[in-house]
């Protein structure tokens, strides 16, 4: 019977050879995600970086370093959770990510949050916020997590627009700190609850507002 990582790592390898979207074309590496398969939280960004794409690990860069002091203020590493991007690929000159490329590695992402099955996913930043709450503004939204009946979807900023804007530092650390409240909750669900598809809009994605 395949383990989650072996399911995780026949995903990986197939993104390292992916050719459905441009962005290969101007990646040196490939970034699928790393981190625990059996992971109670998910975090989906947006897209690697230029540390990224040079080793082929999600967060390493400042925005990275970041998030590792975020994790730390309630108690977790990187080791504990799992890392992952909507696109697997280096966006030119990091800018955002095209919604065709973005539906392009949706199936990756799917089948990865299907395999781990993560009590609470995190999306940092606005492009993997509008996965689960479309037509949100990240300003308006972020710190107020959306429940089901065995997940929690949990929106806050992107680090790396964090560093970009000190004053939203403050808010950030408030909502990673509610992050195990949260857990705990869906903890307290999920067992008595029936089995459901997390909500999701199938809708083609469209390119979003600033913040």
Not at 4 to 31: D, F, G
Not at 157 to 177: I, Y
Not at 181 to 201: C, G, H, M, N, Y
Request: hydrophobic fraction near 35%; include cysteine.
């Amino acid at each position: 019977m395949t383990t989650r990582a072996e399911a995780l790592e026949e995903i990986a390898e197939q993104v390292r050879v992916c050719k459905l979207c441009r962005l290969y074309q101007y990646a040196t590496k490939a970034v699928p995600g790393a981190g625990n398969p059996d992971a109670e939280i998910l975090f989906i960004g947006e897209g690697p970086g230029y540390n990224e794409d040079k080793t082929g690990l999600p967060f390493v860069g400042r925005s990275g370093e970041y998030l590792d002091k975020l994790l730390s203020l309630i108690g977790l590493s990187r080791k504990q959770v799992f890392i992952t991007n909507v696109v697997k690929h280096r966006p030119p000159e990091n800018r955002d990510p095209l919604p065709d490329e973005i539906a392009a590695c949706k199936p990756y992402l799917d089948r990865q949050i299907d395999i781990i099955d993560p009590l609470v996913i995190v999306t940092l930043g606005r492009h993997s916020m509008a996965r689960y709450f479309p037509g949100g503004k990240i300003t308006q939204i972020h710190g107020k997590p959306k429940f089901d009946a065995d997940r929690a979807y949990y929106p806050v900023f992107h680090p790396a627009a964090v560093l970009r804007n000190p004053s939203w530092q403050e808010g950030m650390e408030a909502d990673f700190k509610r992050l195990p409240q949260i857990l705990a909750k869906v903890k307290e669900t999920r067992a008595s609850a029936p089995k459901r598809k997390p909500p999701q809009d199938d809708t083609p994605p469209t390119q979003l507002p600033m913040f």
